[in-house]
């Protein structure tokens, strides 16, 4: 996941001429990712859930003294796109030519693997059928004769169980010796159709896919090929074949892309049954029964109930309890902090210098021990668990739960995924809005993202704090947040036009989380913190330290203190916090937990800085990601409604915890 | 001699009518679209007046023509069914809604009330019940006139299990067979494998409805559950 956070993550490959290039594709969850690592020796991001790839991913691979280059795509379960991550997969196709589709396909669900193959040999393309999974077919009794579908299909078929590396030396075999070949499949849509197929072919250019497949999805009302068809045809032969398309729509009466999709669909039920044995299933088995009871009304909260407790124990006091004092107190309080001030004040005699290094806004000593003494194992242990909730398959299960919850704010229970994936990080979670289906879904949930929802590191922080103080203190807190989170949500749902998304998705069996996958998506991630967060540490550092040897400091701490003292009632220093809290979200957090270390915050004030905090502005990258996937207009917007709701929120807890004298 | 309430027993609803030849002479159509527009008319009002029937249909001198061919009767410019009449009505309508129904939800049309109008002359009664059956014996049409019953309601009230339901009235842990969908976003269902034909088992309800298609396991909200229509297996 986290090799999608940024778009130069998708790099160290080489394209040009001597590369064939090789598109993998295949419907969402059947272990496209997993694949492609193997093949390429590059890690892309693995999860139990559809939509763990939202992006294109690139890697290069030799064989035989043939060299290749990989694109990895997000799933699709139609070449007609539904939503932004699936047009990205089709797009590819449409402008790239590949000189062969791998497609990896789920060997359980053979017939949907189908509907995509039938859709590649429409389009002309060269086709080697991955069939992945196999163990999980075997084990739903579920068994496929390659061998036949082989002659049924005329192109290569391989059956691999990515995890355990079977069947990949096979697969590589297949990719560098075989001729690439086009499915042999041939499918008739009834004379109607196949008129106007050939009517709207008759106006198409020549292209990397066949003008069938175009002609099919234009008759089908695909929407985004617009762009496509500005780009290289003239606006009265656009308009000609809109026309086309309504004529035969007329005609035909269903809606063509049913009808197209029936027929698709009954050719691959008829494949499937040639090639496919199915033996009674065996008992279900423990994974069937987790499965089942962690979206069952009443026992699914259970274990939404377990997941939270788990979660709090192995984050809240375990890394931001345990290994923080640990690392902060011990590592750098007693050794590392000491060792570096006597160093640094024996090697540099300025004392302007020793204090931008050591000092109160230090490099190391604020820096380095707020991103690896306190935000690292509160992120790491975070990411832990949350590697291990992703790769269970447990998170879509949630949307199940969540739903009706989602629906208050105009969401449908798929947005739980982003909401989810913003607890890791807000960053990655705005781009993941994309597999929602409506743009007023996207912005709905980047909107919720940007104000209520923390960040792991912040998260950790926060718990850190609350459990100090008292159980009360992390309820008042949860309570505020979620309460903003309902209520702004109302509101969004009822001001963004359009209408609220209807709720479906696939639900992913439970697995067995894999301990190397954990392993290296965990250090994956955490890299990826060091290297992205402690130079915005550093940064934010240096710009307070210029800020206070300047001066400006306590000017902006007296323009601003009308509204932190007075409103919130909070010391004048948290401003510090709120500032480079900008930089990052979790700095601005380990801001406030130093803070209250040093007896400078009463409980009130720690309550009421932490929800603040929590609403405040994201942080750079993540408004930086927002700008990307929705417009500098609308993120600027967001940000102008974002801040004065979070200093409300805090306002009026401030005042009812001060009102009605509330201890914590 | 003539009823002015709707509600006809069982026996009479399983006795024939005398219907006009199917070869639809122009007179028999007219007769139809009078006793169909009556029988509407008294839905809403207790009396029917002969001039609201001509202000909609025209040509007063065939509407009491009618009255001799034992259809009708008109007593102070009031019309009132005949035995014979209000059940030609009776049935008359119950097709013209039923094919309403047919066309809106498993078609999926929307221009389709010339259609009906012309599908109602057509079907036998065997098409007509086979249609009623298919559809779950619908009690209202797509604009909510209520549907006459017809023999196979009564039946079904009493012991049969309808044969197409929504997808929300299935039992839990029932497997059925898709008919149609009328469900929203049924385009992205369908290409998860949820296409009219595909065999399902309904695992849950609450909080979500979640499907099992063959190896695909599927959670939808409530909107789209009562879209997909359904026969249990």
Redesign the interface.
């Known amino acids: 996941m986290h090799r999608h956070r940024h778009r130069h993550r998708d790099k160290g490959y080489k394209t040009g001429s001597g590369y064939q290039r090789i598109a993998l594709i295949g419907n969402p969850n059947v272990g496209k990712s997993i694949i492609f690592g193997l093949l390429t020796g590059k890690y892309a991001a693995v999860s139990n859930y559809p939509g763990t790839t939202v992006e294109v991913f690139h890697g290069n691979i030799t064989l035989d003294g043939k060299k290749f280059l990989l694109v990895d795509t997000p799933g699709v379960?139609?070449l007609?796109p539904?939503s932004e991550d699936e047009r990205v997969t089709r797009d590819i196709l449409l402008s790239e030519k590949p000189s062969l589709v791998l497609q990896v396909g789920?060997a359980?669900?053979l017939?949907?693997t189908l509907?995509l193959t039938i859709q590649l040999a429409e389009m002309g393309l060269p086709v080697i059928l991955d069939l992945n999974m196999e163990d999980e077919?075997r084990d739903?009794g579920?068994i496929i004769d390659t061998k036949k579908l082989k002659e049924v299909l005329g192109v290569e078929v391989v059956g691999t169980i990515a995890p355990e590396r079977k069947g990949i030396k096979t697969l590589k075999a297949a990719i560098s010796q075989q001729i690439p070949k086009v499915p042999q499949i041939k499918i008739h849509y009834g004379s109607v159709i196949e008129d106007y197929i050939e009517r709207v072919a008759s106006y198409l250019p020549e292209t990397n896919i066949s003008k069938r497949s175009l002609a099919l999805m234009i008759l089908s009302g695909d929407e985004s090929l617009r762009g496509w068809l500005n780009a290289n045809l003239e606006e009265a032969t656009i308009q000609k074949l809109e026309d086309l398309r309504d004529e035969c729509q007329k005609k035909v009466?269903?809606?063509v892309?049913?009808i197209v999709?029936?027929i698709r669909?009954?050719k691959a039920g008829e494949i499937t049954n040639m090639v496919m044995k199915k033996s009674p299933q065996k008992g279900g088995s423990l994974s069937v029964y987790i499965g089942?009871a962690s979206?069952?009304?009443f026992w699914?909260l259970l274990v939404l109930l377990l997941v939270l407790y788990g979660l709090y124990e192995f984050v809240g006091v375990f890394g931001a309890g345990i290994l923080v004092d640990f690392l902060e107190e011990t590592i750098f309080g007693k050794y590392l902090n000491p060792m570096f001030i006597k160093t640094i004040e024996a090697i540099i005699p300025v004392k302007f210098l020793q204090e931008m290094f050591v000092g109160q806004y230090g490099l190391i000593t604020m820096a380095l021990t707020y991103a690896i003494g306190i935000i690292l194992p509160i992120t790491t242990t975070f990411f832990i668990a949350f590697s291990i909730l992703e790769d269970s398959g447990y998170l879509?299960r949630l949307?199940?739960?969540s739903?009706?919850v989602f629906?208050i704010m105009g969401l449908?229970?798929k947005a739980v995924l982003p909401m989810v994936l913003g607890l890791g990080c807000g960053t990655m979670a705005v781009m993941t809005t994309r597999i929602l289906?409506s743009r007023r879904d996207r912005i709905i949930a980047t909107f919720l993202l940007a104000l209520a929802v923390p960040c792991s590191a912040q998260l950790g922080v926060i718990l850190g704090m609350l459990s100090a103080l008292s159980a009360k203190a992390l309820a008042i807190w949860l309570f505020s947040v979620l309460g903003v989170l309902l209520f702004v949500g109302y509101l969004a749902s009822k001001i963004v036009p359009g209408e609220q998304?209807?709720?479906?998705?696939?639900?992913?069996?439970i697995r067995m989380p894999s301990i190397s996958n954990v392993t290296v998506k965990t250090a994956g991630r955490a890299v990826w913190y060091l290297k992205e967060a402690v130079p915005l540490f550093m940064l934010g550092t240096f710009i307070l330290f210029v800020l206070d040897k300047l001066k400006i400091l306590g000017v902006i701490e007296k323009i601003t203190s009308p509204v932190v003292v007075g409103v919130l009632g909070l010391p004048a220093k948290t401003t510090e916090a709120f500032l480079i809290g900008f930089f990052r979200r979790d700095y601005g957090a380990a801001g406030l937990f130093a803070m209250a270390q040093d007896g400078l915050l009463t409980p009130v004030q720690t309550v009421v800085s932490l929800v603040t905090i929590t609403l405040f502005v994201p942080c750079l990258a993540h408004f930086l990601m927002m700008i990307k996937e929705r417009g500098l207009r609308m993120s600027l917007t967001m940000l102008a409604i974002i801040i004065p709701v979070a200093v409300l929120a805090g306002g009026v807890l401030n005042w009812i915890l001060r009102t009605f004298d509330i201890n914590i | 001699m003539w009823n002015s309430g709707q509600e006809a027993s069982v026996e009479e609803i399983g006795k024939p009518c005398r219907r006009a030849a199917r070869s639809s002479t122009e007179e028999s159509l007219f007769e139809d679209e009078v006793l169909e527009t009556v029988w509407e008319i008294r839905e809403k009002s207790e009396a029917v007046r002969l001039a609201d029937v001509v202000e909609e249909l025209g040509n007063e001198e065939s509407i009491r023509r009618m009255q001799a061919n034992g259809l009708i009767m008109i007593q102070d410019d009031k019309i009132y069914f005949t035995e014979e009449g209000e059940c030609r009505a009776r049935d008359i309508t119950r097709r013209h809604l039923l094919a309403e129904r047919l066309f809106a939800d498993v078609?999926?049309?929307t221009d389709y009330e010339e259609d009906a109008c012309r599908f109602e002359h057509v079907i036998s009664p065997e098409v007509e019940e086979a249609i009623c059956t298919f559809l779950g014996h619908p009690p209202l049409c797509p604009h909510g006139r209520p549907i006459p019953k017809g023999k196979c309601c009564e039946l079904y009230a009493k012991k049969v299990q309808p044969l197409v339901q929504s997808l929300k009235d299935l039992e839990v842990g029932k497997q059925a067979k898709v008919l149609f969908i009328t469900?929203?976003?049924?385009?992205?269902?369908?290409?998860?494998?949820l296409?009219?034909?595909a065999s399902i088992r309904l695992?849950?309800k609450?909080?979500?409805y979640?499907v099992e298609i063959?190896?695909?396991?599927?959670?939808?909200?409530e909107?789209?559950a009562k879209g997909i229509y359904v026969k249990q297996a």
């Open positions: 379960n139609s007609i539904m789920d359980k669900n017939k949907r509907l077919a739903r579920i009466k269903r809606p892309g049913l999709n029936e669909f009954k089942r979206m069952h009304p699914g879509p949307a199940i739960m739903n009706r629906n449908s229970g289906e998304s209807e709720f479906f998705l696939e639900i992913p069996p | 078609l999926d049309l469900a929203p976003a049924m385009d992205r269902l369908a290409s998860m494998g296409v009219p034909g695992q849950q609450k909080p979500s979640v063959d190896e695909t396991t599927l959670a939808v909200g909107d789209i």
